[in-house]
């Protein structure tokens, strides 16, 4: 990662949160793929059952394998494992200069961070660690590797997306930038993944 100028976040409930400007950037790019992925995932479904077996539907097929596993490698970057260099704890910028109060502690960084993403994503933090591990489970036994005789139940997509989401209500918070939730590129996305699978369709 290159050189890194904190941001700050400004959030009516937790307050001041300063941010590292670099993991921001590389969350930014991944909130995106996991928003593409779960926004693609009705339209791939609808058209595969709308498809006649051969080639096109071979090849939908696989494109929807593709994203599906998208969405769970991607997602784990950031709410996988704590090392992971782009994880949601990674975000804390230490060197931040705060007039008005006192630099926070990793710690109270961290639960600030998590009470926001449990309130925006109106979960509970039992529900965040199934989701975790559920997600996590996914990754670790079918994305990345597997075992035929050991194949996890796969993770429902919608409380994964809202913990995404959640991180980008905190990031509209960022002083003097203007940042658009995931929620907002629904029609986007759809349109994006539609006008490839269905070109005829307006």
Not at 75 to 91: D, Q, R, T, V
Not at 167 to 174: A, D, E, Q, W
Request: proline share 7%; aromatic share 12%; charged share 25%.
């Amino acid at each position: 990662m290159g050189p890194d100028i904190p941001l700050l976040i400004q959030d009516p409930h937790e307050g001041l949160l300063p941010i590292s400007s670099e993991v921001f950037r590389w969350q930014f790019d991944t909130l995106n793929a996991v928003a593409r992925a779960y926004h693609y995932k009705p339209v791939f479904i609808r058209v595969l059952g709308q498809t006649e077996a051969g080639p096109r539907k071979n090849f939908i097929m696989q494109m929807y394998g593709v994203s599906f596993l998208s969405f769970i490698i991607e997602w784990c970057k950031i709410f996988g494992a704590n090392n992971n260099e782009i994880h949601w704890k990674k975000l804390y910028a230490p060197g931040r200069p705060l007039d008005d109060m006192r630099q926070l502690s990793p710690q109270a960084f961290e639960q600030r961070v998590r009470r926001a993403l449990l309130r925006y994503a109106g979960i509970t933090h039992e529900e965040f660690k199934q989701t975790y591990e559920s997600v996590k489970n996914a990754r670790d036994r079918f994305a990345a590797h597997v075992n035929p005789n050991d194949i996890p139940e796969m993770p429902f997509f919608d409380k994964p997306y809202r913990i995404a989401n959640a991180l980008t209500v905190l990031f509209t918070g960022i002083v003097g930038d203007e940042f658009r939730i995931l929620d907002s590129y629904q029609a986007a996305f759809t349109a994006e993944i539609t006008s490839v699978l269905e070109p005829n369709v307006r």
